[in-house]
C-alpha cells in the first residue's frame, strides 16, 4: 500500500468539546502526512470544526433516521465501504462506534481504538484510595491511536489555522477589533457542578470591564440569554451573544479572540483548536482527567481548593453530585482570575 491510497475513517460523535478535541489531532496528522485522506464520522452540527483542514471530508451521521438502530448502524457501514476506506479510527469507543470497527475488521480493514483509560479515571475520582496525579490527556490518547494505525504524530509545533473572516452580521456587533482585546467568556456547562457562580463571575466581568479598550462577548445559547444579560451589568464593552449569532458564527469570533474564559465545557476545546489562549476553571472535574484544553499551560486552569474539599476531583463529567461540595468553586476567587488574566494579556487596567 502506498502512502497515496491511505484513506482513514475516523469515528467521534459527541459530544461538542469531545469532537473538538479530535481536531488538532486530525490536523497534525493532515500536516505531518500531507497524502493521506480523511473521512470524519460525526453528527452535522460539528462539520464546521474540519472545513478548513486540507484532505478532510465529512460524513454526517444520521443518528434520527438512516443511522438509526442496528440496522442504522449496518446502512453506515454499507455507505462507508463506498469511500474505500483503508483504515478505520475508533476515537469514541462506544457500542455504536465499535459495531462499525468489528465489521470494518471483519472485512479486512485495519483498525483502532482510543482508550479511554477508564480505570485510570476511576483512581482519580473514587473516594477512598484517590490516586490524584495526571492521566494521558485525550490528544495523547488519540495519537496512540493513529499510531497502531501506522502514524505517528507529533506536536512540538502545533499547527493553527488561520484567523477567520468575520462576516458583516458580526461585526455589526462587535465594531472594530482595532487596537482591542477581545476576550470571551462561557460561564455555562452541562452540569452545575462544573459552573463557576454567576454572581462570581460578574464581579470577574466587571473587574475585566474595567478598560475601556477591553471588549468582552458572553458566549451562551439562546435560551440562557436573559440569564446572561445580568452578567453585562449594562457595560458597553461587555456583550451579550445569545441569540444573536449563529453557530458558524461564535466560530468566527472566537478564532479572533485574544483569550477564551470557559468552564470545563467545549467553548474552551473550542478556542484551543483555533489556538485562542484558554483560561479554565474547574469544580467538581479536574485537569489532571485529561480533557483540560488543547496546548494551554496547566497554570491557565485554575480549581478549587482540594484542602477544604479533598474528594475533588469527585467525577470525570461532574454529573455526581457531593453532599457538601455545592460551593467548591467559591474557592477560586474572581479577583485571582482577573489578574491573571490581565497580566497575562498586559491590559493596562485604570481605576475609576
Known amino acids: 500500500m502506498t502512502l497515496k491510497e491511505n484513506h482513514i475513517a475516523v469515528m467521534r460523535l459527541s459530544a461538542m468539546g469531545d469532537v473538538a478535541m479530535t481536531v488538532p489531532v486530525i490536523r497534525a496528522l493532515i500536516d505531518q502526512y ?20 486540507p484532505n478532510v471530508s465529512f460524513f454526517e451521521f444520521d443518528a434520527k433516521v438512516r443511522h438509526k438502530g442496528f ?40 483498525v483502532a481504538n482510543t482508550d479511554k483509560g477508564r480505570a485510570e479515571k476511576k483512581a482519580l475520582t473514587q473516594k477512598e484510595n484517590k490516586v490524584f496525579k495526571p492521566i494521558k490527556t485525550m490528544i495523547e490518547r488519540h495519537c496512540d491511536t493513529f499510531e497502531k494505525l501506522g502514524f505517528s504524530i507529533g506536536f512540538s509545533n502545533p499547527v493553527f489555522p488561520d484567523k477567520m473572516l468575520l462576516d458583516q452580521q458580526v461585526t455589526a456587533i462587535t465594531g472594530s477589533k482595532t487596537n482591542k482585546v477581545w476576550i470571551g467568556i462561557a460561564p455555562m456547562a ?58 458558524a458564527q461564535e466560530l468566527q469570533l472566537i478564532s479572533n479572540l485574544d483569550l477564551m474564559l470557559s468552564m470545563d465545557s467545549g467553548n474552551g476545546h473550542i478556542a484551543a483548536m483555533y489556538g485562542t489562549k484558554v483560561v479554565s476553571l474547574w469544580g467538581a472535574t479536574h485537569p489532571f482527567a485529561g480533557f483540560a484544553p488543547f496546548h494551554q499551560p496547566i497554570e ?17 463529567y461532574g454529573n455526581k453530585i457531593v453532599e457538601g461540595y455545592q460551593d467548591a468553586m467559591r474557592t477560586i476567587a474572581p479577583e485571582t482570575v482577573a489578574n491573571y488574566i490581565i497580566d497575562l494579556l498586559n491590559i493596562t487596567i485604570h481605576n475609576s
Not at 38 to 44: A, D, F, K, L, N
Open 34 to 53: 500531507p497524502t493521506v485522506k480523511v473521512t470524519v464520522i460525526s453528527r452535522p452540527f460539528f462539520k464546521p470544526f474540519f472545513n478548513d483542514i
Open 71 to 110: 440496522l442504522g448502524l449496518l446502512r453506515l457501514y454499507s455507505d462507508l465501504k463506498k469511500h474505500n476506506i483503508t483504515a478505520f479510527a475508533d476515537l469514541h469507543d462506544v457500542l455504536r462506534s465499535k459495531i462499525i470497527r468489528s465489521l470494518f475488521r471483519l472485512n479486512g480493514i485495519q
Open 190 to 247: 452541562q452540569y452545575e457542578s462544573k459552573m463557576y457562580p454567576l454572581d462570581l463571575m460578574k464581579e470577574l466581568v466587571n473587574l475585566l470591564a474595567r478598560n475601556e479598550n477591553t471588549t468582552i462577548f458572553i458566549f451562551g445559547a439562546k435560551n440562557e440569554k436573559e440569564v446572561l444579560e445580568k452578567l453585562t451589568n449594562n457595560a458597553i464593552n461587555v456583550i451579550n451573544l445569545a441569540g444573536k449569532v449563529s453557530f
Open 300 to 316: 491557565n486552569a485554575f480549581t478549587a481548593d482540594r484542602n477544604l474539599y479533598p474528594q475533588l476531583p469527585t467525577s470525570i
